[in-house]
Each structure stands twice: as C-alpha cells, then as structure tokens.
C-alpha cells in the first residue's frame, strides 16, 4: 500500500463550539517527510491528536497502514510514535525507567540493547541514570523523542520539533529526521518555521483555519509558486521609471539607485533580454544585478492571504 | 490484552511509592501509632472492654480501616491525576491500551500498596496491644476487596478532578468523616437507638463491622451483609469507570 495514513472527511468540533477541523482528507505516503505547515491556531495539533488517538473525532476516518484508528486502535497505535510540542515529562523518573515505561506501554516485550541505541543516537547514554528533572530543554526535547521511538513505530509524529531549540540542535534534529527516514521511518513534523520545511520535506501540506489548502511536492511548489526577481543596481539614481518601461511594472527603490523587475520562471518568455535591450535603448545603465527567488516563506504567506 | 503495558504502569506506580517512601509508608504508620498512645494507652486504659475485647485491640480493625479508606483514595486519585496535571497522560492515550487495562494497572498498584500499608499497621499495632485473628481468610478477603474498591474510587476521584483542591476535596470532606462516624472507634451498640438507625445509611459502617468481625468474632452487622455491602460498592465503582472510559469523560475532548 502506497498510503501508510489516509484521512478522509475529518471533522472536530470541541464542546466550545469551536471547529478545529473541517472535513480534512489528507494521505501521508509510506517513507516520506511531510511537512505540515499552518499559523497557530490552524488544526495542527488538533489533526495529530486525533490521528494519535488523543482527542475524538467528529466525524470521519483514519487508516493508519489500513488499520481503523477507532475500531483497531491497538494495530494503529502500535505503529505510531508521538513527540508532543510541550515538554511534558515525568521529573523525578530517571531517563532509563521513562524510555523503558515507554517501549512497555506500547507493548513491547523490554530490549535493552535497542534502548541503548536509542539513547546513544540521541546523546543521552550517559543521562541513562540522570532523573528528568536535571536534563536541559533540548535534552528533555531529544528525551520525548527517545519515548517515541522506544517501541520502534513506523511512524513518527513530530508536532513542533524544534520550537524554542538553538541552531545547533535544530541542525542535529533535522540530521536525526533524515537517518530515520532512511531507516524507513515515516515522518510527519508540523512546524511554524518555514525553512525546516523546506529544508526538510517530501511534500508540504498547509492547513489553514481547519481546512487543509494545499498539498504538494515541495519541489513542485517552490516550482509553481515561485518568483524570481531581478533587481538592477544603476549606475546613476533614476527619478521615476520612464513611460517607455511602464509595461515591465518595474518598482523603483525609494533612492532612485536600484530598479526590480519581477517575473514568473515558469513563463515560456521571461521578458529579461526584451528589458534589457529596453533599458540600452533608454539609456539606462547599470553596474550589477542580481536575481532572487521566492522562498516557502513567501510562497506561504500568499497562500493564507489567498485563504482568507 | 497489552500485558506489557500493565506492567509498565504497575511498575511506575510503584516506583512512585519508593520514591515516596516516607509519604506513602512511613507517615501514616506514624499516625496510627500516636491513634494508639492516644486512644489504646492514655484513653484507652480508662474505658471498659466492649464485648470482652480490650478497648485498645477492638480499635484495631477500625484504625486499618481508616487507613486503607484514606490511603487507596488518595494514592489511586493521585496516581491518574497527576499525568493529567504534568500533561504526560498524552502518553497513556496514545498508547495502545484498553481503558480495561489502563484501570486494572492504576487501581492495582494503588491496592497493592495499602494492602501492604494496611499490614504494616497491623504488625504495628501488635507492638502496642495483643491482638487475635478469628477468620484469617474472611480479614484478608475483607482487606483485598476494601483496598480494590476504594482504589476504584480514588481512580474516579482523579479523573473527575480538575485541579488539586478538588482532589482533597472528597477524602477531606466524606471519606474521613463517615469513617469516624462508622463505628472505626466505637461499635454503633453504644449509640442512642436514633443515631444507631441513622448510622446504617453510613456504608463505611458495614466496612468496619464485617472487617472486626474477622478479627473477633464481633460484628454490628451480619458478616454476610457487610459482604453484600463491599461486593454492591465494587460493584458500583466499577459501573462509574466503565461510564467514564466509554464516554472519555474528562480524559479525552
């Protein structure tokens, strides 16, 4: 089976009245990275639980590796790992007892060496012994990780991975993320910063007000969604873009000294070389150009301007 | 049936009574003893046997009552309670256990520990008055039964509970006085006959007389009704708990 999770129809409503969740459908490939990207608020948390099975669902399905997240929760769950977004741990527990507790709950008869494999991979060996509440932020972060990882899941639920994680750990999380996939690991990480997703996902859903908008390949949407711009650094400051020009909608900096024309990649033409011939004719000259492309960042805050 | 997680969560809950060693064990030993030199010694001394048992040795069954009530409630309430408080009961959700074996694992621990608490007392309380036990079986069967079912209610105690005030608020308010009222110190024979009447609707008092009967032959109500009693209570418990993991009450939005 090509689909590892399939959500269809999925809809919450909490006691409030509030509906966290609207009708979502949502498969999650066997051994990819999926990037679940939404502002707060948005259902992230709310789709993970239920998936989990923390919270209920209204209405609809899960199928995790075929098996009803409801009627045939122990297949399910067994197959799942779950890191939360806060840091909810056990204080007085030593590591060792909590990752054992974890592998236990989850059904699986004690085996200490892969334990160990666990813990060294996650540089928390020598805190086997060490009780919760003396291990820093990220190791208790790579700690939850451990408890997910204890009862060897198929899938691995990171809601939040690196939140208020320094530089070097996100770049020891991100580098964790890929072993696991090739270890065959599915993986799905919501997150609020945008370079880990890009950085790491397969494919990037965006979910927005309880209503998954997109789902794609993220090659594919940097590709569709992306613009490049080419910005002109001129030899002398211009005082307003020639009428001639009007048709390349160029956007002048406000010191006369750079000139940006924005244009679509995909397009057939690009309009580049009829600009510049443009420009020669004007006699505008320039001493440096350079070109950027639109990262997910921008690509992600069109979009939910779009949902809106 | 997860086997494994029920020994995960047994051996975390008694993990926690290690750690807490002083707490759980050692304090109301304490306490029960200062209920000896106070109501078997200083007290004691000047009031008459009751029914041929020495005023200290027929408090006996009474004081492991109190303590077995007290400490299954408290420890079973604090046992699921507190996952909810840290927030590490997402755990527990998301683990594949039955609500079957999530109950069996927290209630058990919570027993077993005031089944050993309620021993401890006893060999403690034979320090201090001589002490017979009539019916071995029916006081063991009387203890394993009491510690399961007020376990069951501490468990519920802690699921309904919400914050910390909540989950005192219910040992505090009914569990300690309906077991001072139902005869722990006194057999309910010394009471005017309308207090006598009114106390019969305090189940406590069914707990209290079938457990001293096992030790001494002597017993407010027929051993059998008191049997009925605990056995309804279970019973009853058991109901609730069913209620709340079919409906998710508290545990699950």
Redesign the interface.
Do not use: H, M, Q, W
């Given at each position: 089976m090509q689909n590892i999770i399939s959500v269809s129809g999925l809809s919450k409503t909490?006691?409030s009245g509030f509906q966290a969740l609207k009708s979502v459908h949502l498969d999650i490939r066997r051994g990819e990275i999926f990037a679940l990207l939404g502002p707060n608020g948005a259902g992230k948390t709310t789709l993970i639980s239920i998936i989990?099975?923390?919270?209920?669902a209204s209405e609809g399905e899960v199928l995790v590796d075929g098996h009803d997240i409801v009627r045939d929760?122990?297949?399910?769950?067994?197959k799942?790992g779950?890191v939360?977004q806060?840091l909810?741990?056990?204080?007085?527990?030593s590591v060792w007892?909590t990752v054992?507790?974890?592998?236990?709950?989850?059904?699986?008869?004690a085996d200490p060496a892969y334990l160990e494999k666990v813990l060294r991979d996650l540089s928390l060996w020598d805190k086997k012994d060490s009780r919760i509440l003396t291990l820093s932020g990220g190791m208790k972060r790579r700690l939850l990780i451990a408890?997910a990882l204890s009862h060897e899941p198929q899938i691995l639920f990171l809601d939040e991975p690196t939140a208020g994680v320094d530089v070097n750990l996100r770049r020891d999380m991100w580098q964790l993320v890929r072993s696991l996939q090739a270890a065959g690991v599915t993986i799905i990480l919501t997150t609020h910063y945008i370079d880990e997703a890009e950085e790491m996902a397969d494919r990037i859903g965006v979910i927005s007000r309880g209503e998954i908008v997109l789902v794609e390949e993220k090659s594919e949407l940097m590709r569709k969604l992306g613009k490049k711009q080419m910005t002109l650094q001129l030899q002398s400051p211009l005082e307003r873009i020639p009428p001639g020009l009007d048709a390349y909608r160029l956007d002048l900096s406000s010191d006369g000294s750079e000139l940006t024309y924005t244009y679509d990649k995909q397009a057939e033409r690009t309009g580049i070389i009829a600009l510049l011939r443009d420009l020669n004719d004007a006699e505008i000259a320039f001493k440096d150009l350079h070109t950027t492309q639109s990262s997910l960042e921008d690509i992600f805050v069109t979009l939910l301007k779009d949902a809106k | 049936m997860n086997l494994f997680a029920i020994r995960a969560i047994y051996r975390f809950e008694m993990a926690r009574t290690r750690r807490t060693l002083l707490q759980s064990i050692v304090s109301p030993v304490i306490s029960t003893s200062l209920y000896f030199v106070v109501f078997g010694a200083a007290i004691g001394s000047r009031i008459a046997e009751v029914d041929g048992v020495s005023y200290g040795a027929f408090i006996v069954p009474g004081l492991i009552m109190l303590s077995l009530l007290t400490q299954s409630v408290a420890n079973a309430s604090f046992g699921i309670y507190f996952p909810k408080f840290t927030g590490t009961i997402y755990e527990l959700l998301s683990a594949p256990v039955s609500y079957l074996e999530i109950a069996a694992s927290y209630v058990g621990a919570a027993a077993t520990k005031s089944i050993l608490l309620g021993l401890i007392i006893l060999a403690t309380a034979g320090l201090f008055v001589p002490i017979r036990v009539a019916h071995p079986f029916w006081m063991i069967l009387f203890l394993v039964l009491t510690a399961v079912t007020f376990s069951l209610f501490g468990f519920i105690i802690g699921i309904w509970a919400d914050n910390f005030e909540k989950l005192q608020l219910v040992p505090l308010l009914i569990i300690t006085p309906l077991t001072f009222l139902g005869g722990s110190f006194y057999s309910i024979s010394m009471l005017p006959p309308v207090w006598r009447t009114i106390t019969l609707f305090n189940p406590v008092v069914y707990l209290v007389s079938g457990f001293r009967w096992s030790f001494y032959d002597l017993a407010d109500v027929h051993v059998g009704v008191s049997l009925g009693m605990t056995v309804l209570f279970l019973a009853l418990f058991l109901m609730i708990v069913a209620w709340i993991f079919r409906t998710g009450y508290r545990l699950k939005t």
């Open positions: 909490y006691a989990c099975g923390i919270v209920n929760y122990r297949a399910a769950r067994s799942i779950l939360p806060e909810t741990t056990d204080a007085f527990e007892a054992s507790f974890s592998r236990g709950l989850f059904g699986r008869r408890k | -």
